[in-house]
């Protein structure tokens, strides 16, 4: 039949093995596929987090493979850079770079001898041909092509005979002639494309390796991969794929398009400088990575329900196919701030001071009356105002915490309450105040509050609390003066005050 519709979805080709059993034996088998050419961003995570959750959510294996047939745009260090972005995630891989599976090496440089096998395989069918033209001879194809103001396609000069492949011309793909393709996609639903993309394309390069095209059609293959999970820039080439499926006679596996990236507004796509961040940037600003992953399993993904925090397994148990949008899913960094502040509660105490202490820059450190103890007194406080350790690092730049770690300069008017008309006013309540915290129980904000509260009331609280917590921090905004006395300690609180009426 000339220029058939083929309808892959309904997977009715004939000599179409469709058992699609996996040599691992999973049910589910997913790969993320990076090509080793840099860091990883926040697209490429996406998609290996999406993968990795669906292939645990049913048991089943997740694949790291490295795609590494581009030898000129590889870049020295980044399979290290990937397995480090992951592992920091959480995204553990079943067979990896480090890892080789019962199917042999994740690397495809590795591979060679498998793609050249089923090279060959397509060439004894007829359906592969080494390219015998010299870049000329193309040239002259192309200028021919224009000048008759027809589309130059490579189809149309197919050699009638060929010498033996040595492999080390580039392989040409003999593409069925097809005017539509129909394929089923998980996500996307029944998605179809026209003839316009199909040429004859180059399998195997003259270099030894396999395009992109070929190798990761044989080892979804010999992988066992049973749901290929990926962005939609891969939707257009999805008739080439579908045709070379049918030459190698090979099951085809779900496919599973993950929706787009878009920017804070969820309009536009993510702009490139945004999403060209690395991964590990957000390590280093003090992300936790359970806030990254769960803010990353969010853009696409919507689990329903008014839960937006998932722990632990539970976003494991929570990810399913059916939920993952159509639709772009926006990337809203103020959304990861705020879920980085809900898993930094989380954490136990110690774990939440360390964080904060690990924040502080040296300058802080510098400072005469520096300690851990107090630094990890202040944690609470300042993790209330501040979402990651950029923004703490930034605050104690902006002197925020310095009062803790050094006695201020004090400007007296400051002390002056808003009721008062000179701040002389404010030193008396201050004198009593100091005789209160003599007894006051320092072990907690809450002690120290239960010292000096009655009084408080009874002269007004702002007219004691405003003077105390100035003389305490010489500054106009500050935690309140509980939580500075417990901070600083009953020494340095008294000193501090004393300092001031004197
Ligand atoms: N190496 C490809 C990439 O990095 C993988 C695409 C796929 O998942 O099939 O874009």
Same mark, same amino acid.
């Given at each position: 039949m000339e220029n058939p519709i083929r309808d892959f979805s309904a997977q009715?080709?004939?000599?179409?093995?469709?058992?699609?059993?996996?040599?691992?034996?999973?049910s589910v088998v997913t790969r993320f596929a990076p090509s080793p050419t840099g860091f990883l961003h926040i697209g490429g995570v996406r998609t290996a987090l999406f993968a990795y959750l669906f292939a645990k959510k049913h048991g089943g294996e997740f694949i790291l493979r490295i795609?590494?047939?581009d030898k000129n745009r590889e870049v020295e260090g980044s399979i290290a850079h990937i397995q480090e972005s992951l592992e920091w995630l959480g995204?553990?891989?079943?067979?990896?770079p480090d890892k080789p599976g019962p199917f042999g090496s994740c690397l495809q440089s590795d591979r060679l001898e498998v793609y050249r096998r089923y090279a060959q395989t397509l060439i004894e069918k007829g359906l592969a041909y080494p390219d015998p033209y010299t870049a000329d001879e193309v040239a002259g194809f192309r200028a021919a092509a224009e000048a008759e103001k027809r589309p130059f396609l490579f189809r149309n000069h197919r050699p009638e005979t060929f010498a033996e492949?040595?492999?080390t011309q580039p392989l040409r793909f003999k593409v069925a002639t097809i005017q539509r393709s129909e394929w089923h996609d998980e996500v996307r639903g029944d998605l179809s494309a026209g003839e316009e993309m199909l040429d004859d394309f180059i399998i195997m390069k003259a270099d030894g390796f396999p395009t992109y095209n070929f190798a990761h059609i044989v080892d979804d293959h010999e992988m066992g991969v049973t749901h290929v999970m990926r962005?939609?820039?891969?939707i257009a080439s999805m008739p080439k794929f579908l045709s070379l499926y049918e030459a190698l006679g090979l099951p085809l596996p779900k496919f599973v398009t993950l929706p787009p990236i878009m920017g804070p507004d969820g309009k &536009?796509? %993510?702009s490139k400088r945004d999403g060209a &961040?690395? %991964?590990?940037e957000y390590r280093t600003d003090g992300y936790l990575p359970e806030a990254m992953r769960n803010f990353l399993a969010l853009i696409g993904w919507n689990p329903g329900g008014e839960q937006e925090l998932f722990p632990g397994e539970e976003l494991v148990e929570a990810?399913?196919?059916?939920?993952?949008?159509k639709s772009g899913g926006a990337f809203n960094e103020e959304k990861l701030k705020w879920m980085n502040k809900g898993y930094l509660a989380l954490l136990p105490q110690t774990e939440r001071e360390q964080y904060f202490v690990d924040a502080l820059p040296a300058t802080i450190r510098s400072?005469?009356?520096?300690s851990l103890e107090r630094a990890a007194k202040l944690t609470d406080t300042a993790l209330e105002r501040t979402h990651n350790q950029v923004e703490i690092r930034e605050a104690a730049e902006a002197g925020e915490y310095d009062w803790a770690f050094a006695a201020p300069e004090v400007?007296?008017?400051?002390?002056?309450?808003?009721?008062?008309?000179?701040?002389?006013?404010?030193l008396p309540r201050l004198k009593n105040a100091l005789k209160l915290l003599q007894n006051?129980?320092?072990?907690?904000p809450e002690g120290v509050k239960a010292a000096l509260w009655e009084y408080a009331e009874e002269v007004g609280k702002g007219e004691l609390l405003w003077p105390l917590r100035v003389a305490l921090?010489?500054?106009?905004?500050?935690?309140d003066p509980f939580v500075c006395s417990w901070v600083l300690g009953q020494e340095e609180t008294m000193t501090r005050v004393n300092g001031v009426i004197i």
């Open positions: 009715s080709l004939q000599n179409m093995d469709t058992s699609n059993q996996n040599p691992n034996g999973a795609e590494d047939t995204i553990t891989w079943d067979y990896g492949w040595d492999g962005g939609e820039e891969f &536009k796509k %993510l &961040k690395d %991964l590990l990810f399913s196919l059916e939920r993952i949008q400072l005469p009356q520096f400007p007296k008017e400051l002390l002056k309450w808003k009721n008062d008309d000179s701040f002389e006013q404010a006051a129980d320092f072990g907690s921090t010489g500054r106009e905004r500050s935690p």
